[in-house]
């Protein structure tokens, strides 16, 4: 099942996504500059095979729900997402007010 909702973060506009898969959820939060995803987001493809692309993104893991994507400190970031002050660490939330 395909789940989106809009989610507001102090006034500022994102949209989220929800897979529903056997056995785990595949999550994102974005907007028009980035994203914010779930344990399965490979940052090391973006930073390398994908450079060119300057994609701004980081990944959380461990995370069921949206909620907890928000909450949840980064564990990686892409190279553009550090160029924009974004740091692994950072929450999702305060990460996607930087985006």
Known sequence: MLEMSPVDIDGV??????MKLP????MAV???VGYIMCGALDVQLLNE???????VAGRAVGVRTV????????ELVTLAAEARGIQPGMTG???LLKM
């Open 13 to 18: 506009p994102f949209q989220a996504v929800t």
């Open 30 to 32: 974005t907007n028009d």
């Open 93 to 95: 939330r305060e990460a």
């Open 49 to 55: 095979k994908l450079a060119d692309r300057e994609i």
């Open 67 to 74: 909620e907890q994507l928000l909450g949840a400190p980064l």
């Open 23 to 26: 056995k785990t959820n595949f």
